[in-house]
């Protein structure tokens, strides 16, 4: 049980992503609001094993079972749908409604049911009930389906086994249930309930009748806790795995599928099957049967499945047709990981490597960090060679992907430079080529264009010297983000086409999308705003066909900017919202952010703009119109001079206002991460104006690129990236320097500030206790919040002394100085503290009073009324976050006590001793 794994499987069903890098209360929210927007019913499965190490507070899995309740009441709370399996009644959530009853079995389905699912598992049963010419052979198989019904229970699973069972054999009718009281009197010996007895004696009966291999092969099977490939099969019984062998293979699981025993989970384009996989029942019955030795022979067997597994994930989940796929190894990346256990050196680190890829892959990035840096602390204390030297090399060059994900480029850089050094060691060009390729992208992210294309020049010609085509297409692709960046549209198109057809002749789907996406770009900076939509919506429809939620959300958002270019304010709007409906399914908190900036820019541009010329000229009074069309036609006449240049840098130096105006104004709104995205453009234009701006406007434009930096830095500090502000204002001092500009020194000193605060922000220590300091140092945002608290404690700060005084404005500055998030988990605490005392204070005198029995019938459902809309409340207030959810079960308790309810949800744990001591 693991409350974690639990989430991510929800997540994987509802969103197609995990989504990992959520906290768990966001992932809980995401589930909350899917379930409820698509009005869906969550099934939940033999609950009994979450309940049982809830209310056991020694229980090893006591704290995952009580997140998974946790989650489960939210669900409850809050208007979810929930349909709950378990042999102990009630569950204790709220709105809960128990069937059958207390005490009493859930029934099998009807007779008629099972009546067809047995026909249906039984071609000889179907067979012999339609011959007409035998009346007595009719009659029987009908009797029989009856009474496999009526000795089943309508256990659905023991229906379809015995009806493959008879289907398989020669036994008439009439004798085939003869033995069936003695078999069932056997298996309720093992202390089995009812439906588990008739269940266990199906599957007996089919195990029985295997062969002593197909017996084994099925237990092997068993220990694969995932859908599996026929290789899984191969691997593990194994067998030869030619293509003879493999026919065979298949050909055991077939038999398999026609017993029931194992199900067909996918099926490939020509229907024949794909994956197979076990009814958990069927599977944990193999697994009873299972010895140790065989257990400890198979798990070696089964880490080459794993291995293998891994490897087909690595190489094919980009390609046509890898969702289905992505569906598959996603749940199953920690038990991929757990398999290298049975696997030796080389083969053990390039598996866990490609897990650790693929971990990324899916979302889960501090999971992979933490997979392959201890893989590589493994391989460091590993004995020397080219092997181990060249797994090193990959695991090092995984780690710079990771921290360059993670916003940390230095780090990044270093960790290519000593993937380098290992690579150049074993003569690895291809390794090489990703690495040089991967620093180019670093550079590129810094702005230093000819640093970016040197490297991704160098890489393309290992590539080509290798015949990495997927490799050239990416570098290619990069290539032409240089030159589209200078403003040399013509060659980037060229380089983009030509990246596009190296995705297309290896079919890689996702490269094709991307390439598709961003030769939009180079039709939207030449004005055809038709060629770049066409070619997006060309990007999204493959994004979609490969169930790639977050490119499928980025290109809609692209779709709904280049709409609201044309004038199509609606269509834009509808896909801004399509958009926004998929970041939050994936809980992507930055992106949310802005795209409801762009809404809201929608919105204002709306308000205050007319729809075109005509209808603004309108608006004015006959004196003023004809002044604005004189001007008009001097603009005309303007632009037609212009050469295609001096056209090219006014309407990016237009789009450039466009933006500074955009992240002025969801500043104001305090958006920002929007704020970020808007200026993030403005400085692209802003290089675009420099490398086209003549000699003579050079410095100008290097200047303005300057100021727009520093705003950068400005607004990156308010959204606490300090790292990146640290970045902009390092090019702003370089330009400055270079320029020759005025506001050099003012520049450095406020370099050095941000570098200050990044150093706080990473370690969350507080700045010196020195108030003057304090404030310098604190970004903007914060600065009014801190103003506010030294406000509040003026009185108090010139009564202490100095130790006193030190250690208060400590605090002050250590709460400045973390997250957003970390000062609203702090808020949190504080108001469920708070909540908590009072609350507890109010519920002792009736639980007293209950306890002694002074309390009459109508006053404790009077209270118990009181405590129920308390909960309510409680329930529903976000602000207390998880805890809330033990202090909401121990009210409802305290009301179905009162009341003499005997459905009172369980007592949680951490209120057990509380309870006790009121009730004396």
């Known amino acids: 049980m693991d409350d974690g794994d639990f989430r991510r499987a929800l997540l ?134 009856q009474k496999v019904h009526d000795v089943t229970a309508g256990h659905p699973l023991a229906v379809a086994l015995l009806g493959s069972e008879y289907d398989k054999g020669d036994a008439p009718p009439d004798t085939f249930l003869d033995n069936w009281a003695d078999e069932l009197a056997a298996a309720r010996s093992r202390g089995l309930d009812r439906h588990h007895a008739t ?339 060309q990007a999204v429809k493959l994004n979609e066909t490969l169930g790639d939620l977050h490119g499928s959300a980025i290109r809609t958002v692209k779709l709904g900017q280049i709409s609201e270019r044309l004038g199509q304010t609606a269509e834009a709007r509808s896909h801004y919202e399509r958009g926004l409906t998929l970041l939050r399914q994936m809980g992507a908190t930055r992106e949310i952010a802005q795209v409801e900036g762009l809404l809201a820019a929608l919105d204002g541009n709306q308000a205050q703009q007319p729809d075109d010329v005509e209808a603004m000229l309108a608006q004015l009074p006959p004196e003023q119109r004809a002044e604005m069309e004189a001007q008009l036609r001097q603009l005309q006449a303007q632009l037609a001079a212009m050469s295609p240049e001096e056209r090219a840098r006014m309407e990016t130096q237009a789009r450039l206002g466009q933006a500074v105006q955009q992240a002025r104004g969801a500043a104001e709104r305090q958006l920002w991460p929007a704020t970020v995205t808007y200026q993030q453009d403005a400085v692209a234009l802003a290089r675009q104006l420099v490398a086209q701006a003549p000699e003579a406007e050079q410095r100008d434009a290097q200047i303005e690129l300057s100021v727009l930096l520093y705003n950068l830095a400005g607004y990156y500090g308010n959204a606490n990236r300090h790292a990146d502000a640290v970045a902009c204002l390092e090019e702003v001092v370089a330009i400055d320097a270079a320029t020759g500009h005025e506001d050099l020194a003012d520049d450095r000193r406020a370099l050095e500030a941000a570098r200050q605060r990044a150093a706080a922000a990473e370690t969350h220590a507080a700045p010196p206790p020195d108030i003057a300091a304090l404030l310098a140092s604190v970004p903007a945002a914060q600065r009014a919040q801190v103003e506010e608290a030294l406000a509040q404690f003026s009185d108090e700060l010139a009564q202490m002394g100095p130790e006193e005084r030190d250690q208060l404005l400590q605090g002050i500055a250590n709460f400045a100085a973390l997250s957003p998030e970390e000062q609203a988990a702090l808020a949190e605490q504080s108001a469920f503290a708070q909540v908590e005392a009072h609350l507890l204070g109010q519920l002792a005198p009736p639980i007293a009073d209950h306890a002694a029995g002074t309390l009459t019938g109508e006053q404790a459902a009077a209270v118990a009324q009181n405590i129920d809309d308390v909960a309510d409340q409680v329930a529903q207030d976000e602000r207390l976050g998880n805890r809330r959810h033990d202090l909401v079960a121990l009210l409802r308790h305290t009301a179905a006590v009162l009341r003499g309810d005997d459905s009172a949800p369980p007592l949680p744990a951490a209120y057990a001793e509380q309870w006790a001591d009121w009730m004396g």
């Open 12 to 145: 994987e069903r509802l969103v197609g992503d995990a989504l990992a890098d959520q906290s768990a209360e966001q992932q809980a929210q995401t589930i909350l609001d899917e379930l409820r927007r698509r009005e869906l019913l969550l099934l939940v499965d033999n609950f009994e094993s979450v309940q049982q190490a809830d209310e056991r507070a020694d229980h090893p899995q006591h704290a995952a079972a009580k997140a998974i309740y946790d989650l489960l009441a939210k669900i409850a709370n809050n208007g979810g749908r929930l349909l709950i399996t378990s042999r102990r009644q009630p569950t204790g959530l709220k709105h809960e409604r128990v069937f059958p009853g207390k005490d009493r079995l859930l029934q099998g389905v009807d007779e008629r049911a099972a009546a067809a699912l047995f026909y249906q598992n039984s071609p000889r049963a179907a067979e012999q009930r339609a011959q007409k010419d035998d009346r007595e052979l009719r009659r029987a198989v009908q009797r029989l389906a």
């Open 199 to 537: 269940f266990a004696v199906a599957f007996d009966r089919s195990y029985a009748a295997l062969s002593a291999t197909a017996q084994w092969q099925l237990r092997a099977l068993s220990v694969i806790p995932f859908p599996f490939f026929a290789t899984g099969a191969a691997l593990l019984w194994p067998g030869d795995e030619d293509d003879d062998g493999m026919e065979a293979t298949k050909a055991a699981l077939r038999a398999l599928v026609d017993r029931s025993l194992i199900e067909i989970d996918l099926l490939y384009n020509d229907k024949t099957p794909a994956t197979y996989r076990f009814q958990p029942a069927v599977q944990q019955e193999a697994a009873r049967r299972l010895s140790a030795e065989e257990d400890e022979t198979l798990q070696p067997r089964f880490a080459r499945y794993a291995a293998w597994l891994s490897r087909k994930a690595y190489d094919e989940v980009h390609q046509e047709g890898g969702g289905a796929l992505v569906r598959l190894v996603q749940p199953t990346l920690d038990s991929l990981a757990n398999a290298a256990d049975h696997l030796a050196d080389s083969d053990r680190w390039w598996h866990l490597r490609r897990v650790g890829w693929l971990m990324n892959a899916f979302g889960r990035t501090g999971d992979a960090h933490a997979l392959l840096s201890a893989t590589l602390a493994e391989l460091d204390a590993a004995a020397a060679g080219d092997e181990a030297l060249k797994v090193r090399s990959s695991m090092v060059h995984e780690l710079a992907n990771l921290a360059v994900t993670r916003g940390d480029l230095d780090r990044a850089l270093a960790l290519y430079q000593e993937s380098l050094q290992f690579l150049e060691q074993i003569g690895d060009i291809q390794g090489k080529a990703a690495s040089l390729h991967q620093m180019a992208q670093v550079f590129l992210t810094r702005g230093d264009l000819d640093r970016a294309l040197a490297l991704y020049q160098e890489s393309l010609q290992l590539k080509e010297q290798i015949g990495d085509i997927q490799g050239k297409a990416a570098s290619l692709a990069n290539m032409a983000q240089v030159f589209l960046t200078r403003g040399d549209l013509d060659r980037a198109l060229a380089l983009y086409q030509e990246s596009l057809q190296g995705y297309e002749q290896i079919g890689d789907i996702q490269g094709k999308a991307a390439s598709l996406s961003m030769m939009s770009n180079v039709y939207w900076e030449q004005g055809d705003l038709e060629r770049a939509k066409e070619l997006v919506q």
